[in-house]
């Protein structure tokens, strides 16, 4: 981390086509534009299958016939043509919409700009599969008056909530030096190389941006020509990757450059995850987490401006309820509690509030879900851990039924995943045993089995499970779950031997 402390994190195709079609001047164009060529599915798709598949697509597709206009070569076309038949097809069948950030505005804009592309006269000649007039069509239950309201916002000039600055290229030609838009800090617009093109609008705006243009290019050479949803994510990467080795029991070196760098942005509000974005309670909470973990706690306060009667929220006005979000800010309170018995009685109220609302929006199968990740495992680990840290006896059921259905979804090679065995899946749910299959028949022999699959595989990468605009991997972060699974998984064996692990004590 301290090699890249900008963090480490896996190219996007949604942001990468943006940055095609956005900032042709930009250095690597031509490779960007090759990545986009060689990473389309034989279905003409792109990204991971399934509902996740949609934004990937949608941007690329646009990317490439925006090239095309000025450049009509035989394989861009082809591409596009691919592209388009499976949008076709995809877009009237889909039924459950990814609850990834800003993809109500996200889609809405693309198949508005394609649209816009397949209006065009020469557009019919040179699609050799795609019908004449033929457009593209919004997801069932999916509309435009949302765009329509953030356009209006930014074309009045009007001041710009943070949120939306990660996302501000959905506004097209309208965020070119929007005067909504405060100066970026370093040159970035909401910790995105995409929105930061769009402010900048064309070269004549890089040239009279130079810390914005410098930013631009800094991602593209870190990340060979690409570039991931959001950079840097050093606080983000950090807490994370401290939390999860310092809960595991693994000795992290609480190392001045470390400590800085956790607290150099934290303020009255919290920590955002990167510059541009608003403070949020799930990076502040990780962060807290982490600073106290190293023997530096920091100010727990500035948590309780996310409290709302449901639970706290990710940022203030957010839509929905982050499971995730939860469990780390109570992992945050219960260990103020811990470290201060004689803390106000607002605390400990607050955590079995948590308890409770995560019991409460438990899964009947004992899963857990959030928005924040793609993957069940994820969710489940963070409120397992978070839940068995509160030690709050109502929610003893609630952990057992956690390792029930962990012990009960592990596939055949020892793996668990969503889609298919991945090691980080596994990660997590070796966790969830740890945490909370004491006493459960057969979570033992699940354990071992998926300590020996972590064994064999874990130094395979995975796919990106992480939700942004696109679907990503934080490389770090999930090295560092990986990490922590092997030694609690090991610790387990070393201190109870092959007859605990055989399932007969746990």
């Known amino acids: 981390m301290a090699s890249e402390p900008a963090g480490q994190v896996s190219p996007s195709v ?6 095609v079609s956005l900032a042709p001047w930009l250095t690597g164009h031509v490779d960007r534009v090759n990545f986009l060529l060689s990473s389309q599915r034989p279905d003409g798709g792109w990204g991971p299958r399934g509902e996740y598949a949609l934004v990937p697509t949608l941007s690329a597709t646009e990317a490439l016939l925006a090239v095309a206009r000025t450049s009509p070569q035989e394989d861009l076309l082809a591409a596009a043509d691919r592209g ?4 076709a097809k995809w877009l009237p069948a889909v039924r ?9 505005l996200i889609v809405p804009a693309l198949v508005e700009s394609i649209n816009a592309h397949l209006s065009r006269p020469e557009a019919i000649t040179e699609l050799k599969h795609w019908h004449a007039g033929a457009l593209l069509n919004l997801p069932i239950g999916m509309d435009g008056r949302r765009l329509a309201a953030v356009r209006r916002l930014i074309a009045s000039g009007g001041s710009v909530p943070q949120k939306l600055l990660h996302a501000l290229e959905v506004v097209g030609d309208l965020a070119r ?3 909504g838009v405060e100066p970026p800090p370093h040159g970035i617009v909401g910790a ?4 930061t093109a769009a402010w900048l609008g064309g070269p004549s705006g890089a040239a009279n941006h130079p810390a914005s243009r410098a930013y631009l290019e800094s991602v593209v050479k870190r990340h060979g020509s690409l570039a991931p949803c959001a950079t840097p994510i050093t606080a983000f990467e950090r807490s994370w990757v401290v939390s999860s080795l310092k809960r595991a029991g693994l000795r992290v070196p609480a190392s001045p450059d470390l400590i800085r760098s956790l607290t150099a942005d934290l303020t009255v509000d919290g920590i955002p995850t990167g510059p541009g974005l608003p403070a949020d309670a799930d990076t502040t909470s990780v962060t807290l ?5 190293l023997g530096a706690p920091g100010d727990t306060e500035c948590l309780w401006r996310y409290e709302t009667p449901q639970g706290f929220c990710t940022w203030p006005g957010e839509d929905g309820f982050s499971l995730t979000t939860n469990a780390h800010v109570l992992d945050a309170l219960t260990q103020h509690v ?4 004689n803390t106000s009685t607002r605390y400990p109220v607050a955590v079995r509030r948590l308890v409770d609302a995560l019991q409460a929006r438990q899964q009947a199968d004992g899963s857990w879900q959030d928005r924040w990740h793609a993957s069940p495992y994820y969710a489940t680990m963070c409120c397992t851990l978070a839940v068995a840290d509160a030690a709050e006896p109502s929610a003893a059921s609630a952990l057992v039924r956690a390792a029930r259905w962990v012990a009960a979804s592990q596939r055949v090679d020892g793996s668990w995943g969503r889609w298919g065995g991945t090691v980080e899946e596994t990660a997590y749910a070796i966790q969830v045993l740890v945490a909370a299959g004491r006493n459960l028949p057969g979570a033992g022999t699940a354990l071992l089995r998926g300590r020996a699959y972590l064994e064999e595989h874990s130094e395979e990468d995975g796919p990106a499970l992480w939700h942004d605009k696109d679907l990503y991997r934080p490389t770090m972060i999930v090295r560092a779950a990986v990490l922590a699974a092997r030694h609690v998984a090991e610790r387990v064996s070393t201190a109870h031997g092959q007859e605990y692990l055989s399932g007969s004590r746990m």
């Open 84 to 87: 388009l038949q499976a949008l």
């Open 192 to 195: 995105s190389a995409a929105a």
């Open 96 to 104: 459950a919409i990814p609850d990834t950030p800003a993809i109500e």
């Open 14 to 19: 949604y942001e990468t086509a943006r940055l």
């Open 338 to 341: 811990a470290a201060r018995p």
């Open 177 to 179: 030096q929007a005067r």
């Open 289 to 293: 987490y982490a600073l106290t973990a």
